[in-house]
């Protein structure tokens, strides 16, 4: 159970991370990223951003990849007991104003066609549907699942 009055707090993640982010995303997808996926977007100097909670433990995570002047989600979860109570929201907006302060023009993403909730928390955040990219994700039995791609103009 998560107090009323928890007060996550915001910090930037480094590499020491990677093993809580791993967790996280074991946790949440069916199709998670590996320990070198996390690795290679930090060697390759993307940023990266989280929630902790009181104990210092983190919950959620976002991880962005700078490209001329739009900024590309990579990643974005929110560890299961977490979810439902606005966190994502709380990771959109602080992606949201570290784009408006390093004046990048619009924020670019993926997320499976089947994700109706995650579609439906981007688009109440502003993101538009502007593409599809087939066979974008992995799913079961060897198949493909499509990709939308959404873009929010900052």
Known sequence: MI???FSPQFCQLVMA??????????????YPWSRGNFSDSFLSAYEAFGLRDA?????????????????????IAVNKPFQGRGYARLLLEKLHCYALERQFQSILL?????????????HSDGFAEIGLRK????????A??????????C
């Open 17 to 30: 991370d990677i093993d809580q982010m791993l967790a996280i995303e074991e946790a949440v997808y069916a």
């Open 55 to 75: 104990a210092g433990q983190l919950f959620a995570y976002f991880i962005v990849m700078p490209v001329v002047d739009e900024l590309h989600l990579l990643n």
């Open 110 to 122: 993926e997320v499976r066609r089947s994700n109706a909730r995650a579609i439906d928390v981007y």
């Open 144 to 153: 493909r699942e499509d990709a939308l791609v959404m873009r929010r103009m």
């Open 135 to 142: 066979g974008y994700y992995p799913a079961d039995n060897q």
């Open 3 to 5: 107090p009323s009055d």
